[in-house]
């Protein structure tokens, strides 16, 4: 049997059974990391809530309004919503929108999401600001309403009480109904239909344990955010009888194995580091930048509505691209190698991956087409050269340290085949779809002076 050396790295809707299947998956995912995938709602301030999660905020001063938001709908996800990342990316960038319009609406530094709100040019932001984000948080995390209804009290009662207040909350609840109604019928309420059937055969995706069922196979039909899909397309699998297929079987057997000899102590580390959703980790990152960086309100939205647009676009090409190819997993090739006509893979039916593999197929994996994309839209609007610390939700107590975006996104990428669950292929055509998609989104809100 073939060794391979260590790996380093370098620089919504959804219907009733749809939230019970990603309960079940998620809960399962969870203990699996030994941990939870959730943000704990009882983090009252953002200083507290970001410094509890790896970032160094001492020197900077009181966030805006829009960073105060991003974190209070960080917090918003919980198990009662059911930490779904397809439905974060969708509920995030519908939030940033909003609130990037809103502002917009005031004074016009950015092209809007959604074009056509009247102008309020004498409203408050902070009013505005919050308006927004608490019509679209009530609309699509209604069991939140406490927690967004306290926050939104909160908030109005720092605004002086005026004309400027009145219509800042009249700015910010158009921008959001504006934006919610433009995505009312983008398809997420019907991504879980029909329920996925798998076809025999080699190469075709299987359920794997200890799921019995498909994610969101029609995820692919959502309406993007920024993106034309057609622009994003990828080749496919490799061809089971290729030697490049056989060698990432070798590899993923290797490494990703649950009692692997070959996976080095740092790697285990990093694919349980990675294993929370991506649209929590990377918008943590956005958040301290953009708090590090000082940047005013109206930067702050469409940075975070950038980020967040290419994470729910990654998503929507992604799963676009996974229910076309049907792709079986590792542990199901390992187990089939039998049967898949090459000749040089052998079968191991006891084969188990270091962490509980996602319901839905092999190929690309999306975590790095998020991670990636993520990393392209920060990169435009900061450059690569960003010094940062980031604790994982998955892995409590431990914290990475990165010296740029693309090296978090690299290693973000790798986690999955260091955790059984990705073949190399699938992770290198996450890398190179998701730097096209951040790369386009990139340029999506441009200025208009």
Do not use: C
Not at 311 to 322: L, P
Not at 403 to 422: C, D, K, T
């Amino acid at each position: 049997m073939h060794r391979f050396p260590s790996i380093t790295m370098t620089t919504s809707s959804l219907s009733s059974p749809s939230r019970r299947g990603l309960g079940r998956w998620l809960a399962r995912l969870a203990a699996a990391a030994g941990a939870g995938f959730v943000l704990a709602a009882a983090a009252q301030a953002d200083d507290s809530f970001m410094a509890a999660r790896g970032f160094d905020l001492a020197h900077q001063r009181r966030p805006n309004a829009v960073v105060h938001w991003n974190s209070i709908a960080e917090r918003a996800f919980t198990p009662s919503q059911g930490t779904n990342p397809m439905a974060q990316s969708r509920t995030f960038s519908i939030l940033h929108a909003s609130i990037h319009d809103a502002l917009n609406a005031i004074d016009r530094r950015y092209e809007s999401y959604t074009p056509g709100l009247p102008k309020s040019p004498r409203a408050s932001p902070e009013a505005a600001v919050a308006a927004a984000a608490r019509e679209v948080l009530v609309q699509l995390l209604p069991e939140q309403a406490v927690l967004v209804e306290e926050a939104y009290g909160q908030a109005l009662a720092a605004v002086r009480n005026g004309p400027a207040k009145t219509a800042g909350l009249a700015a910010g609840q158009a921008a959001a109904w504006a934006t919610l109604n433009r995505r009312s019928a983008d398809g997420a309420a019907g991504a879980a239909q029909p329920p996925y059937v798998p076809n025999a055969g080699a190469g075709e995706y299987q359920f794997t344990a200890p799921f019995a069922f498909a994610a969101q196979p029609g995820w692919g039909r959502v309406a993007p955010f920024a993106i034309k899909l057609a622009e994003h397309t990828l080749q496919g699998p490799l061809p089971l009888s290729s030697q490049q297929y056989a060698h990432d079987v070798e590899e993923v057997r290797e490494i990703g194995h649950v009692a692997s000899r070959t996976r080095t102590p740092e790697q285990t580390e990093i694919a349980k580091f990675w294993y929370e959703d991506s649209p929590l980790g990377w918008n943590r990152i956005a958040n301290a930048v953009v708090r590090e960086r000082r940047l005013d309100a109206w930067e702050a939205a469409r940075a975070f509505a950038l980020v967040h647009f290419a994470m729910a676009d990654g998503f929507i090409a992604g799963f676009g691209e996974k229910y076309e190819h049907r792709f079986w997993r590792p542990v199901t090739a390992i187990h089939a190698a039998a049967n898949d006509g090459n000749t040089t893979t052998e079968p191991d039916a006891s084969w188990q991956p270091l962490l509980v593999t996602p319901p839905v197929p092999d190929y690309p994996s999306t975590h790095t087409v998020l991670g990636w994309a993520a990393a392209e839209v920060l990169i435009d609007l900061f450059g690569d050269r960003v010094r940062y610390g980031l604790t994982s939700l998955t892995l409590p107590g431990v914290t990475r340290h990165y010296r740029g975006f693309s090296q978090a996104a690299e290693e973000n990428g790798l986690s999955r085949l260091y955790a059984g669950i990705h073949f190399r292929h699938a992770i290198e055509e996450g890398r190179r779809q998701g730097r096209s998609i951040g790369k386009a989104v990139s340029q999506a809100l441009p200025k208009v002076r």
